[in-house]
């Protein structure tokens, strides 16, 4: 698996976005939330993830697309890591759900946390 993000694998499916949140199950390292669910696409795909900042906590769309950036960032970065031994399909969707603007060096230990305790939780089914 390369350390890329291409179009491909962005989620972007209003559908398949409803679903993961009715559906879908979450783990979290605080100030990041995960929520994922097992699915198939028809693009040969085996993950598709999305990223949000809460407009409430940040104001100005300045702030929420740096917090943005941040995350899918940390994420190209540590995908490789994480989930090279996983066969099954997963739709992702990775939250900001804390109150204060992160640095990158927050974001990516809290993205390794996170991609830890999902990998602990899928690989005991």
Same mark, same amino acid.
């Given at each position: 698996?390369?350390?890329?993000?291409?179009?491909?694998?962005? !989620?972007?499916?209003?559908?398949?976005?409803?679903?993961? $949140?009715?559906? *879908?199950? @979450? /783990? =979290?390292?605080?100030?990041?939330?995960?929520?994922? !669910?097992?699915?198939?696409?028809?693009?040969?795909?085996? $993950?598709?993830? *999305?990223? @949000? /900042? =809460?407009?409430?906590?940040?104001?100005?769309?300045?702030?929420?697309?740096?917090?943005?950036?941040?995350?899918?960032?940390?994420?190209?970065?540590?995908?490789?890591?994480?989930?090279?031994?996983?066969?099954?399909?997963?739709?992702?969707?990775?939250?900001?759900?804390?109150?204060?603007?992160?640095?990158?060096?927050?974001?990516?230990?809290?993205?390794?946390?996170?991609?830890?305790?999902?990998?602990?939780?899928?690989?005991?089914?």
């Amino acid at each position: 698996m390369t350390a890329t993000y291409p179009k491909k694998e962005k !989620l972007k499916s209003k559908k398949l976005i409803e679903q993961l $949140f009715s559906e *879908g199950q @979450s /783990v =979290s390292a605080y100030p990041l939330r995960l929520v994922y !669910l097992q699915t198939t696409f028809n693009d040969g795909t085996q $993950f598709k993830t *999305g990223v @949000s /900042v =809460s407009k409430r906590n940040f104001k100005t769309a300045v702030d929420r697309n740096r917090i943005k950036r941040l995350l899918r960032e940390a994420y190209r970065l540590n995908k490789a890591v994480y989930f090279n031994n996983i066969t099954t399909h997963y739709a992702f969707m990775i939250l900001y759900i804390g109150k204060d603007k992160p640095s990158f060096a927050l974001v990516e230990t809290k993205m390794k946390h996170l991609f830890e305790k999902l990998s602990n939780k899928v690989l005991e089914k």
